[in-house]
């Protein structure tokens, strides 16, 4: 059976380690506009299914990340917009330094946020 | 189950040919404490320094603060499932060295982060200022994989904890502290009509420098579930989580959990402390759901009348803080949420990415966002290399004149959210 | 020393009652008067009253541009290092003018101000949040309580100090998060929050949780054949070609447009200006988010007495509560001026 979920990111190692086994939408766009591309996927009906918000390295400071929805529609999920739009909302609360660091910093950063994204995996697949 | 805590007073740590404790002074061999770190073939080398309160000096970037503990009565062994084998701990005597710490430090990932200065006005945001601290600084093998890292200085503060705490193994406490909590029945016959309590603890359960550990277990593979609150004194928690300075949960924190002796305090006067539930702040939503429920449905099993909820970290447990509140409340159990927040330097954000109306008791350690200016010190164990990149940093954050301007949100236990500390925002 | 000067109104600078509320603006130079004695007393060697400005409660909402201009020209002429206004306690009124005129110092002037009044004052709710306002008893019995908390609260502003959290310093909180040392840990507050919960005795949250704008629903409509109704949108129905650029997301503002004569909404003549929802079935016909087509049908079988000729809209999508708020706040006078008796609000 297909695997009813898909991950929205713009990390890179995301894609790597993830994309041949799962379905990874890969964009080269910011964290925020991340948050927002999955915003407007909730809007269309897919179900939100990983915290936007996850890990406690802050908006702003990483650059990437990684957020999990559903492949299928099943209606508004009043919930899934909520927490969306309150991390949306969140980011503007932090300092902008992405751009700050030295490189090896970022491979750190993807590291991390793809940590965060496997965590969810073995609750994803068991549906 | 009972437990007598033995408390050994530390007034000072300096090294020492022999490891000791004597007249409150723990000596420490410096050759003997290297070689508990470096059994493990993931280091290379370390150095230990000692910090004490008042002293111009600033530890950063902090990873793990430890109390050295010994079990000397009763089953098992501090750290079980980590250090100790598998067993149940929290009853018979275990002693603790107090007003001391073991602090592991140094680089593991780029944006590490977490400050401890034990002067000035940083040392008031942190409560690990008030200690000494034996900092061990770790330096890892060349070409080792982060998660690999984190785990070798994870043990490594623990196995130094252990082996210093063996030193008080015959020693007399200086003074001893009896907890005690009982079985469901016989808690209802011995505190008739005392109102029912529990501790509701959120651990942080997310991934690499986000995970939790109970009885060695990784907390984002485990059920909301039942712990005596005497086991978390052996350290039965420990933390793997290195990221979020100000509200992270050491390991020193889970063992001197605040919730947990302050609720100790009013236990067989005003309340009956019934047992302690732990719950994990997953990233897949669906996780959260059925953790909450899960933990609101034991609130209920356990008939209880009021519970704390504690928190670890920011932005995806505040979905987990509000959703045990509101399942919970609406199982008619009153609630009183701990937490800190996030409102932006100006304060005028909203502190939480959550809310809801069933939140009316809540607790604060504090905006993470405000900013403070800490003063050049004397001496930096550890390296200042990643004080721009912290979380509360920005590249002006090390400035030309040695002052560090960063938010609080860098700075180790600054806004705890089990109420160590005693910041607070209005 | 640092100067001060004190608004206060008609009936505390003991010209008399409602029958004296007309009285104008009247400064008295190096006196102090009224309350002024008490902060005189409080202010001690720091600070001095330089001037004592008073004005009648009808006089200043009656004419609000003039006597703030009146005011302000005083303020500006003393150069005060503060501004004081009140206590007002529970005068409806005074508290607004005290508010009203404190904002104005601080926005017009940049000098810093502090009034005081009682929670329920609707000055308090209207400038809270941008002046710090001291909670007080809802009477003058409560003066030197209230003095007692404003003066300190001048002082620092005075010495541009830095001001601590509302619950130290006594002003109602203001919106903004101020961080502070408690005198117990954060998990022993915890435990006393608990034990007054568990008794069922008033307790204090330390952060108190965004208020939701719940709003009770109106009586029905007795008699839909007579009633006007209109049509107001958060799906973002523009007429084509947007034309006062609505964005997709997060509005800044929202459309007013007529639909005086239009029985249906073209694929020529309308679309959605919204950037959350896939625009195809809306852009083909409006009327699927607006509908417009079925109201006519209604006004002309009688089912309903008139369809309101224009309609209001925005876009919802991500739109801060606040904006929406602030929207509704504007038009909904204006429909409610032209008798629309119940709004038929659409989203997506």
Request: include cysteine; charged fraction near 25%.
């Given at each position: 059976m297909k695997k009813d979920f898909r991950i929205i990111t713009n990390n890179p190692l995301v894609l790597e380690k993830l994309g041949d086994e799962y379905q990874v939408e890969y964009y080269e766009i910011s964290y925020e506009d991340v948050l927002k591309k999955v915003r407007d996927e909730v809007y269309k009906g897919y179900r939100l299914l990983t915290h936007p918000l996850s890990g406690s390295v802050k908006p702003n400071e990483t650059p990437y990340k990684s957020v999990m929805v559903s492949v299928s529609k099943s209606g508004a999920d009043p919930d899934g917009m909520k927490i969306i739009e309150n991390a949306i909302a969140a980011c503007k609360k932090f300092e902008f330094k992405s751009d700050k660091y030295k490189p090896q910093v970022y491979e750190d950063f993807r590291l991390i946020d793809y940590t965060l994204i496997s965590s969810a995996l073995p609750s994803a697949e068991a549906w | 189950m009972k437990l007598e805590v033995g408390h050994i007073f530390i007034k000072d740590i300096q090294f020492g040919a022999e490891s000791k404790i004597e007249d409150g002074v723990l000596y420490v061999s410096e050759e003997a404490v290297k070689e508990v770190v470096l059994e493990d073939e993931h280091i290379a080398s370390v150095k230990f320094d000692i910090a004490r309160p008042g002293e111009s000096v600033r530890i950063t970037p902090v990873k793990d603060v430890i109390e050295p503990r010994v079990k000397v009565e009763g089953r098992g062994g501090v750290f079980p499932g980590v250090i100790s084998k598998v067993d149940t701990v929290g009853e018979g005597k275990t002693y603790a060295l107090k007003g001391m710490a073991v602090v592991t430090a140094g680089k593991i990932v780029g944006f590490?982060?977490?400050?401890?200065?034990?002067?000035?006005?940083?040392?008031?945001?942190?409560?690990?200022?008030?200690?000494?601290?034996?900092?061990?600084?770790?330096?890892?093998?060349?070409?080792?994989?982060?998660?690999?890292?984190?785990?070798?200085?994870?043990?490594?503060?623990?196995?130094?904890?252990?082996?210093?705490?063996?030193?008080?193994?015959?020693?007399?406490?200086?003074?001893?502290?009896?907890?005690?909590?009982?079985?469901?029945?016989?808690?209802?016959?011995?505190?008739?009509?005392?109102?029912?309590?529990?501790?509701?603890?959120?651990?942080?359960?997310?991934?690499?420098?986000?995970?939790?550990?109970?009885?060695?277990?990784?907390?984002?593979?485990?059920?909301?579930?039942?712990?005596?609150?005497?086991?978390?004194?052996?350290?039965?928690?420990?933390?793997?989580?290195?990221?979020?300075?100000?509200?992270?949960?050491?390991?020193?924190?889970?063992?001197?959990?605040?919730?947990?002796?302050?609720?100790?305090?009013?236990?067989?006067?005003?309340?009956?402390?019934?047992?302690?539930?732990?719950?994990?702040?997953?990233?897949?939503?669906?996780?959260?759901?059925?953790?909450?429920?899960?933990?609101?449905?034991?609130?209920?099993?356990?008939?209880?009348?009021?519970?704390?909820?504690?928190?670890?970290?920011?932005?995806?447990?505040?979905?987990?803080?509000?959703?045990?509140?509101?399942?919970?409340?609406?199982?008619?159990?009153?609630?009183?949420?701990?937490?800190?927040?996030?409102?932006?330097?100006?304060?005028?954000?909203?502190?939480?990415?959550?809310?809801?109306?069933?939140?009316?008791?809540?607790?604060?350690?504090?905006?993470?966002?405000q900013v403070i200016v800490l003063p050049k010190l004397d001496k930096v164990i550890g390296t200042l290399d990643y004080v721009n990149t912290i979380a509360g940093g920005n590249e002006h954050s090390l400035r030309e004149d040695g002052t560090i301007e960063v938010e609080i949100q860098a700075i180790t236990g600054a806004t705890n959210e089990t109420g160590f500390g005693y910041l607070s925002a209005r | 020393m640092l100067k001060v000067v004190h608004y206060i109104n008609q009936f505390f600078a003991n010209i008399g009652g409602e029958e004296k509320a007309d009285y104008p603006v009247e400064v008295r130079e190096g006196e102090v008067v009224g309350p002024g004695m008490a902060f005189k007393q409080a202010f001690g060697e720091e600070a001095e009253i330089v001037a004592t400005i008073i004005c009648g409660d009808s006089y200043f909402n009656e004419n609000l541009d003039k006597a703030k201009a009146e005011i302000l020209e005083v303020v500006k002429k003393y150069s005060p290092d503060v501004f004081v206004a009140g206590p007002a306690f529970n005068a409806g009124r005074y508290g607004v003018a005290c508010g009203t005129i404190c904002d104005a110092v601080q926005e017009e002037l940049g000098i810093p101000a502090v009034t005081g009044m009682y929670t329920e004052n609707p000055g308090a709710d209207m400038f809270k949040n941008k002046v710090y306002t001291v909670s007080t008893k809802n009477s003058a019995a409560g003066m030197r309580g209230a003095v007692s908390k404003m003066a300190p609260l001048a002082l620092k502003l005075a010495k541009k100090e830095a001001i601590g959290a509302s619950c130290q310093e006594g002003y109602m909180p203001n919106g903004v998060r101020v961080n502070f040392f408690e005198e117990e840990r954060g998990s022993k507050r915890a435990v006393k929050m608990l034990l007054k919960k568990l008794a069922d005795k008033p307790f204090e949250t330390e952060y108190p949780m965004p208020t939701f704008d719940r709003v009770a629903p109106n009586p029905a409509v007795k008699d839909l054949s007579k009633a006007t109704i209109a049509l107001v949108t958060s799906g973002g129905i523009v007429p084509k070609g947007n034309p006062d650029h609505i964005e997709s997301s997060n509005a800044s503002k929202y459309g007013e447009y007529s639909i005086a004569g239009v029985d249906d909404l073209t694929e020529e003549t309308f679309e959605t200006a919204h950037g959350g929802y896939d625009p195809v079935y809306a852009n083909e016909d409006a009327d699927r988010v607006l509908p417009v087509d079925v109201l006519r049908e209604m006004e002309k079988e009688g089912k309903i007495g008139k369809l309101y000729d224009k309609f209001y809209t925005t876009v919802g999508n991500g739109t801060a509560v606040a904006s929406a708020k602030a929207f509704a706040e504007e038009f909904a006078p204006k429909m409610k001026a032209d008798g629309v008796d119940a709004v038929i609000l659409t989203s997506t």
């Amino acid at each position: 059976m297909k695997k009813d979920f898909r991950i929205i990111t713009n990390n890179p190692l995301v894609l790597e380690k993830l994309g041949d086994e799962y379905q990874v939408e890969y964009y080269e766009i910011s964290y925020e506009d991340v948050l927002k591309k999955v915003r407007d996927e909730v809007y269309k009906g897919y179900r939100l299914l990983t915290h936007p918000l996850s890990g406690s390295v802050k908006p702003n400071e990483t650059p990437y990340k990684s957020v999990m929805v559903s492949v299928s529609k099943s209606g508004a999920d009043p919930d899934g917009m909520k927490i969306i739009e309150n991390a949306i909302a969140a980011c503007k609360k932090f300092e902008f330094k992405s751009d700050k660091y030295k490189p090896q910093v970022y491979e750190d950063f993807r590291l991390i946020d793809y940590t965060l994204i496997s965590s969810a995996l073995p609750s994803a697949e068991a549906w | 189950m009972k437990l007598e805590v033995g408390h050994i007073f530390i007034k000072d740590i300096q090294f020492g040919a022999e490891s000791k404790i004597e007249d409150g002074v723990l000596y420490v061999s410096e050759e003997a404490v290297k070689e508990v770190v470096l059994e493990d073939e993931h280091i290379a080398s370390v150095k230990f320094d000692i910090a004490r309160p008042g002293e111009s000096v600033r530890i950063t970037p902090v990873k793990d603060v430890i109390e050295p503990r010994v079990k000397v009565e009763g089953r098992g062994g501090v750290f079980p499932g980590v250090i100790s084998k598998v067993d149940t701990v929290g009853e018979g005597k275990t002693y603790a060295l107090k007003g001391m710490a073991v602090v592991t430090a140094g680089k593991i990932v780029g944006f590490q982060e977490g400050i401890i200065d034990m002067t000035g006005p940083g040392a008031d945001y942190t409560p690990f200022s008030k200690l000494n601290n034996l900092v061990v600084v770790c330096e890892p093998v060349e070409g080792i994989k982060q998660h690999d890292y984190e785990k070798a200085v994870r043990f490594a503060g623990f196995r130094v904890a252990v082996y210093l705490g063996e030193l008080a193994r015959n020693l007399t406490p200086d003074e001893t502290k009896v907890y005690e909590t009982y079985g469901i029945k016989e808690g209802m016959e011995k505190l008739p009509g005392l109102p029912r309590v529990a501790y509701v603890q959120m651990l942080q359960s997310q991934g690499l420098l986000h995970d939790t550990y109970v009885y060695g277990v990784d907390a984002k593979k485990t059920l909301s579930t039942i712990i005596n609150p005497t086991e978390v004194m052996d350290g039965a928690i420990v933390s793997g989580n290195c990221v979020s300075a100000c509200d992270k949960n050491p390991t020193y924190v889970h063992e001197n959990n605040p919730v947990v002796h302050d609720l100790f305090e009013e236990h067989g006067k005003t309340i009956n402390f019934v047992c302690q539930i732990l719950t994990n702040e997953n990233v897949y939503l669906a996780d959260k759901q059925r953790s909450s429920d899960w933990t609101a449905k034991l609130c209920r099993l356990l008939d209880l009348d009021a519970v704390i909820v504690s928190q670890e970290g920011f932005g995806n447990p505040d979905t987990d803080l509000i959703m045990n509140c509101k399942k919970i409340e609406a199982e008619g159990v009153k609630t009183v949420i701990i937490t800190d927040e996030y409102a932006g330097r100006d304060g005028k954000s909203q502190s939480l990415a959550d809310a809801d109306a069933a939140a009316d008791a809540v607790v604060t350690g504090g905006n993470a966002n405000q900013v403070i200016v800490l003063p050049k010190l004397d001496k930096v164990i550890g390296t200042l290399d990643y004080v721009n990149t912290i979380a509360g940093g920005n590249e002006h954050s090390l400035r030309e004149d040695g002052t560090i301007e960063v938010e609080i949100q860098a700075i180790t236990g600054a806004t705890n959210e089990t109420g160590f500390g005693y910041l607070s925002a209005r | 020393m640092l100067k001060v000067v004190h608004y206060i109104n008609q009936f505390f600078a003991n010209i008399g009652g409602e029958e004296k509320a007309d009285y104008p603006v009247e400064v008295r130079e190096g006196e102090v008067v009224g309350p002024g004695m008490a902060f005189k007393q409080a202010f001690g060697e720091e600070a001095e009253i330089v001037a004592t400005i008073i004005c009648g409660d009808s006089y200043f909402n009656e004419n609000l541009d003039k006597a703030k201009a009146e005011i302000l020209e005083v303020v500006k002429k003393y150069s005060p290092d503060v501004f004081v206004a009140g206590p007002a306690f529970n005068a409806g009124r005074y508290g607004v003018a005290c508010g009203t005129i404190c904002d104005a110092v601080q926005e017009e002037l940049g000098i810093p101000a502090v009034t005081g009044m009682y929670t329920e004052n609707p000055g308090a709710d209207m400038f809270k949040n941008k002046v710090y306002t001291v909670s007080t008893k809802n009477s003058a019995a409560g003066m030197r309580g209230a003095v007692s908390k404003m003066a300190p609260l001048a002082l620092k502003l005075a010495k541009k100090e830095a001001i601590g959290a509302s619950c130290q310093e006594g002003y109602m909180p203001n919106g903004v998060r101020v961080n502070f040392f408690e005198e117990e840990r954060g998990s022993k507050r915890a435990v006393k929050m608990l034990l007054k919960k568990l008794a069922d005795k008033p307790f204090e949250t330390e952060y108190p949780m965004p208020t939701f704008d719940r709003v009770a629903p109106n009586p029905a409509v007795k008699d839909l054949s007579k009633a006007t109704i209109a049509l107001v949108t958060s799906g973002g129905i523009v007429p084509k070609g947007n034309p006062d650029h609505i964005e997709s997301s997060n509005a800044s503002k929202y459309g007013e447009y007529s639909i005086a004569g239009v029985d249906d909404l073209t694929e020529e003549t309308f679309e959605t200006a919204h950037g959350g929802y896939d625009p195809v079935y809306a852009n083909e016909d409006a009327d699927r988010v607006l509908p417009v087509d079925v109201l006519r049908e209604m006004e002309k079988e009688g089912k309903i007495g008139k369809l309101y000729d224009k309609f209001y809209t925005t876009v919802g999508n991500g739109t801060a509560v606040a904006s929406a708020k602030a929207f509704a706040e504007e038009f909904a006078p204006k429909m409610k001026a032209d008798g629309v008796d119940a709004v038929i609000l659409t989203s997506t």
